[in-house]
């Protein structure tokens, strides 16, 4: 299977603090993307990362990939009570098939 | 609103029985992915198509079939369906490029087979 894996599957933390979850995948990408999902609703993209960058930020995100450990991290800042969703990591190979890791679940407390 | 358009909503049937869930991707993208959604096996990728081919398939079982039509909207068929196919459904679509292009999700399909 080519899925990805985040950890933790599930995280609580307090508002304002930073989130951080992380991602690994097996095989060789073209590029690697985050995606947030709301309850029971469809997937929105938050950020892509090609295979040869090594860090790229975004409002309150931070995304990093480390190709020789096939891993990547994203970290929220600053964390809201609207953080609250469950965070996908997606691979896309070079056929342009995105691959889904299996989630991290984020409650941001108020 | 993602601009892809996913009907039905909400599905219930018996199994046995056969289903049709069909989506509309956004206006100039050419890809359609389709990807199954269920509590212990996470987001599965299922088939991909491309401007009315098929590209790619994952996870998807003989049960289910696909196609995408000249006016690129696809429909996802399952059959002989199953308790363990309920799930939630989703499509997504692609504008054409290189790679490097995001997904854009449609709200999905609830499946429920009783």
């Known amino acids: 299977s080519q899925q990805g894996e985040e950890d933790p599957q599930a995280l609580s933390i307090q508002e304002g603090e930073n989130a951080t979850m992380n991602c690994s995948y097996k095989t060789s990408i073209n590029n690697l993307q985050w995606y947030r999902q709301n309850s029971g609703r469809g997937l929105v993209h938050l950020i892509l990362?090609?295979?040869?960058?090594r860090e790229k930020h975004s409002g309150r995100l931070r995304v990093t990939l480390d190709t020789s450990k096939k891993s990547s991290s994203l970290l929220i800042t600053a964390s809201r009570a609207a953080d609250t969703a469950s965070y996908f990591c997606a691979t896309e190979n070079t056929g342009n098939q995105f691959y889904f890791g299996t989630g991290t679940s984020l409650t941001v407390i108020p | 609103d993602s601009g892809v358009t996913q009907t039905p909503k909400h599905l219930i049937t018996a199994t046995g029985q056969r289903v049709t869930l069909r989506c509309s991707p956004r206006s100039g993208d050419l890809s359609v992915y389709w990807y199954q959604q269920s509590l212990d096996q996470g987001l599965q990728f299922l088939i991909q198509?491309?401007?009315?081919?098929?590209?790619a398939k994952g996870n998807i079982l003989e049960r289910f079939s696909a196609q995408q039509f000249p006016d690129l909207h696809s429909e996802l068929n399952l059959s002989s369906l199953e308790l363990g196919d309920s799930a939630l459904y989703f499509c997504?679509?692609?504008?054409?490029?290189?790679?490097?292009?995001?997904?854009?999700f449609g709200s999905g399909t609830q499946l429920s087979v009783l």
């Open positions: 990362i090609r295979s040869n960058e």
């Open positions: 997504a679509s692609s504008p054409p490029g290189t790679g490097g292009e995001k997904l854009f």
């Open positions: 198509y491309y401007n009315g081919e098929e590209r």
